[in-house]
């Protein structure tokens, strides 16, 4: 009996130890001491560009980063606040700073492009931003925190000629509670993911209709597309999520969990990685970004 009960008991520790393993393994190179990094970016020439809030809170710390799977950082751009979603688009950053966006130049070069006045209504915590047809950007606010959660967010929408009108918002649509995560994969439809809800949408850019395409993403985040599947981040609970997407049929799986605050993800430009800056919230000093390969 004895004998049996050694036997099972090394046959289960080969498998957890086979598990804790092929977990390990899923995971490519990793990038310490990154302080609250929030959002990647892949640009189609393969630069990948993350945005490093610092300390919240405190100005003048935040960054702009580029990063590489070989473990390399260099800093593109210092001297933002809390600097969190952004796009590159004709070598140019766009990035959320507090109550407005910010332009960065490769060389370093930070100024403001759009500021609280340029908004149709006061913001409270700009979020996001995602670029669609006829260059249209689009930014969440993911609104106030009022009990700990936040609500009464908006999305709002920017012209080339940088005019600003409001998308959708929660004061007329009881849907819209914290939008967060954004991505324009059809020309048609702004994907959203709320923070609050966890809740998956899309947005009619005519009609401004919204649709509930999927539910269950916890803090949902970011939002990337490759091929044609659709990856969340969920920062609360830890998860990524992945599932081919077509309209509003999408039935995702836990792609990997166990992350710590994952943020605004993005795809690498050949299809081979998820970017993923984790911001460990809890920790003052705590973050890192990870490369979680795709199968």
């Known amino acids: 009996m004895k004998k049996i009960n ?3 008991g090394i046959k289960i520790f080969f498998s957890y130890l086979s598990c804790f393993l092929l ?78 966006i910010k332009k960065v130049t490769l060389s370093g070069k930070v ?6 006045k340029n908004f149709p209504k006061k913001t409270a915590f700009l979020n996001d931003i995602a ?16 009990d700990g959660m936040r609500k009464g967010g908006a999305v709002f929408q920017v012209s080339i000629n940088k005019e600003v009108t409001i998308l959708v918002e929660n004061r007329n ?14 020309q048609n439809y702004l994907l959203v993911a709320d923070f ?9 850019l005519k ?24 990856y969340i981040s969920d920062w609360r ?12 049929r999408y039935e995702p799986k836990i792609l990997k969990s166990g992350f710590v605050n994952p943020a605004d993800i993005c795809i690498t430009s050949d299809g081979k990685d998820i970017v993923i800056p984790e911001m460990m919230f809890e920790k003052s000093d705590g973050g890192r970004v990870s490369f979680l390969p795709i199968d």
């Open 131 to 146: 670029i669609g047809q006829n260059n249209v950007i689009y930014i969440s606010d993911s609104g106030n925190k009022v």
């Open 196 to 204: 609050t809800t966890g809740i998956l949408s899309r947005v009619n």
């Open 6 to 8: 050694l036997i099972l």
């Open 207 to 230: 009609s401004r209709k919204i649709e509930k395409v999927a539910d269950g993403f916890g803090g949902g985040d970011g939002l990337a597309y490759y091929g044609n599947k659709l």
């Open 23 to 100: 977990n390990s393994s899923a995971i490519g190179t990793t990038l310490d001491q990154i302080i609250n990094p929030e959002s990647a970016f892949s640009t189609p020439e393969g630069r990948i560009f993350v945005s490093e809030i610092g300390v919240f809170g405190v100005k003048n710390d935040g960054r702009i980063l580029e990063v590489f799977k070989d473990g390399k950082v260099k800093v593109i751009a210092s001297g933002l606040n809390d600097p969190k979603g952004l796009i590159a688009v004709d070598n140019i950053i766009y990035v959320t700073d507090v109550d407005e």
């Open 173 to 186: 649509n009881p849907e819209v509670v914290a939008p967060n995560g954004l991505l324009a994969v059809d």
């Open 237 to 248: 609970g830890g998860k990524i999520w992945s599932g081919t997407i077509k309209g509003t």
């Open 111 to 116: 100024s403001s492009w759009l500021g609280p």
